[in-house]
């Protein structure tokens, strides 16, 4: 029998493809596997005359399959024979290991082709006989596979996307943090402002009094450069908040800040 022919067709299946049209429309909302499971429960509670039209369709395509199947296996058998009938011939150029070599990939092929067909007839013969319950369960299945595969692509996709654009704020919240803080201390001011002369190419000591630093002051070691420094932060008035400013809407700031 060749796997090219189209398995028979049961009378539950045409009871299924007939009714579905209509239960899809009562219930519009339902999904395949439910609709699947209402087309079941209608099939068990069909008396035998309502049952005869799909049984009698069942029947002329299973004597369809018969006659196919026949024809498929006499093809076979003919196309085997030729083969064989090949084979005993000698090639021009083609040496006994060689021909023995063509016949056991034909073999091979053969025997192949065997199995993929006895495999064919078995799963036709299984579904045919399948209980319909066991058809609306494997259906049912699926479907809820299918969902679930959707839906967790759709969660994903919306996880990805929220943790996006959190990124994008934290990032946006901590420009503005930092640039507030700059803004409201002096010693922050001090060094954006040293910054801004360093980056201009100016060294501090020659934008402050116009021309190179003098030797003395180039020489002076560290504890006088961290007297001047001190003496510079206590003449710098103290800024104290005492609430947070409306300006940070964003967190909760701290006593230590």
């Known amino acids: 029998m060749s796997h090219e022919v189209r ?13 579905m049209p209509s239960v899809q ?33 069942a029947a002329e395509d299973r004597a369809r399959f018969e006659r196919e199947s026949g024809e498929a296996d006499v093809r076979a058998e003919r196309e085997q024979r030729e083969r064989r009938e090949r084979l005993s011939v000698v090639r021009e150029g083609e040496s006994s290991s060689s021909r023995g070599g063509r016949a056991a990939a034909d073999a091979l092929r053969a ?6 067909d006895k495999r064919a007839a078995a799963r036709a013969t299984r579904l045919e006989n399948e209980d319909p319950s066991l058809a609306e369960e494997r259906d049912r299945k699926a ?42 201390s002096d010693v922050f ?44 932060e206590e003449e710098a008035p103290a800024v104290v908040l005492g609430r947070q400013p409306k300006a940070i809407e964003f967190g909760t700031m701290k006593e230590y800040q």
Not at 7 to 19: D, G, K, N
Not at 201 to 224: H, I, K, N, Q, V
Request: proline share 5%.
């Open 111 to 116: 025997v192949q082709q065997e199995k993929s």
């Open 189 to 232: 001011r001090k060094l954006n402002g040293g910054s801004a002369g360093a980056a201009g190419g100016a060294p501090p000591a020659a934008a402050a009094g116009g021309g190179p630093a003098s030797p003395t002051r180039r020489s002076r070691g560290a504890p006088e450069a961290a007297d001047e420094q001190a003496e510079l």
């Open 7 to 19: 398995r028979a067709t049961s009378a539950y299946e045409y009871y299924r493809s007939s009714s």
């Open 143 to 184: 479907a809820e596979r299918a969902e679930h595969r959707e839906a967790k692509a759709r969660a994903d996709g919306a996880v990805r996307a929220r943790h996006e654009e959190i990124e994008r704020e934290e990032k946006v919240n901590a420009k503005k943090r930092l640039e507030y803080l700059l803004g409201q």
């Open 25 to 57: 429309s009562s219930n519009p909302s339902a999904s395949v596997g439910e609709l699947t499971s209402l087309i079941s429960g209608r099939w068990r509670s069909l008396s035998d005359s309502a049952r005869a039209p799909f049984q009698a369709s």
